[in-house]
């Protein structure tokens, strides 16, 4: 059994090993165990031990930066963190729920219904939902004139009851889910969007009876929003709030007392 530069083994209790030769990175030893058997190790130059260091150093700091890629705090998770109130998709909303993966952003909310506004008032359409509704005075595009009901009667209640009727059979789904003397508020399944599911995918409808003015006000609008990567504006639901409601006014027979709201083009 020899060393690598072909010295003669010795006894491994007295033995010195020799300094490497300077091109040499590695020395290889080669001893006899207590059994007489040949083993063989080898020592490390002050080069090779320093390059050795540094690729440890080196896979520390990618396993270190893996980690903080892979972890729930990274950039994609600290998104759905955002306070839903001070995100853009969800801006001018109340009650919301968002959801979002690097293609979408799915933003729900239930808190925009009559029932929370303490001036009992419908409340607006915002740029960041589908819908139409008569208080939205300050976004033409989402704003439509209210009804009179003087084309069909002067009574209050009888007009009351033919909306009632008009609503419960103006489409499949549609389901009145509060009503009082004046106001009445249904649901309908969201038609655009496809693909919305439970309360998610559910149209708000509501209607206000205005006595003493001879009209009807009016919310139609989808719980839910759909962003697509990198629009800002929500994915189309078609005009079908606002189809649903021309529907109802064609069976009632009533008028609108302002210029008729056309809905998106960009459908």
Not at 40 to 45: A, E, L, V, Y
Request: charged letters at 20%.
């Amino acid at each position: 059994c020899l060393l690598y530069n072909q010295v003669p083994v010795v006894d491994a209790s007295s033995f010195v090993a020799p300094s490497p030769p300077p091109t040499m990175t590695q020395t290889t030893i080669s001893l006899r165990n207590q059994h007489g058997l040949c083993v063989q190790s080898k020592q490390n130059s002050e080069e090779e031990q320093i390059a050795i260091e540094r690729r440890s150093v080196l896979t520390s700091f990618l396993s270190a930066a893996t980690v903080v890629m892979t972890s729930p705090s990274s950039s994609a998770a600290a998104v759905q963190d955002i306070p839903t109130q001070s995100a853009a998709t969800s801006a001018g909303r109340r009650g919301c729920n968002t959801n979002t993966n690097p293609s979408t952003t799915t933003v729900t909310c239930l808190g925009d219904l009559r029932k929370n506004n303490p001036d009992g008032r419908l409340t607006k359409i915002s740029a960041t939902e589908n819908g139409v509704s008569t208080s939205a005075v300050r976004n033409p595009s989402r704003f439509s004139p209210p009804w009179t009901f003087l084309t069909e009667t002067s009574d209050a209640r009888v007009a009351w009851k033919s909306l009632i009727n008009a609503v419960n059979t103006v489409e499949p789904g549609m389901q009145i889910v509060e009503l009082t003397d004046t106001y009445l508020h249904a649901t309908a399944p969201t038609v655009s969007p496809p693909g919305l599911l439970g309360e998610a995918g559910l149209d708000d409808l509501e209607f206000i009876l205005r006595v003493e003015d001879n009209v009807v006000l009016y919310r139609s609008a989808s719980r839910t929003s759909v962003f697509v990567y990198p629009l800002t504006q929500p994915v189309s639901d078609r005009n079908s709030n606002l189809k649903r409601l021309q529907k109802i006014r064609s069976i009632l027979g009533w008028e609108e007392l302002g210029m008729r709201q056309e809905g998106s083009k960009m459908i």
